[in-house]
């Protein structure tokens, strides 16, 4: 489908896992069409979704307090 990336290909270009795209899907950050079992994800949501300022790992311990 033109226009559109699998997870897989999402995965990829975010530098994530398949599990995690599919967890962001849940949570409603990412966007995606269910075509079947599938998710298709919008090509211009994965541009929108690079230019986050996303921190790679878990948050340290107690960054929720400060």
């Keep these: ?3 559109f990336l ?5 995965a990829e270009r975010l530098k ?3 599990a995690r795209v599919r967890q962001l899907i849940i949570e ?3 966007t995606a069409e269910k075509f079947g079992r599938d998710n298709f994800i ?3 949501e994965v541009k929108r979704i690079e230019k986050l300022d996303r921190k790679a790992g878990r948050p340290k311990k107690g960054a929720a307090t400060e």
């Design 1 to 3: 489908m033109k226009g």
């Design 6 to 10: 699998t997870t897989t290909q999402t």
């Design 42 to 44: 919008r090509e211009s």
């Design 16 to 18: 994530i896992s398949q």
């Design 28 to 30: 409603g950050v990412i």
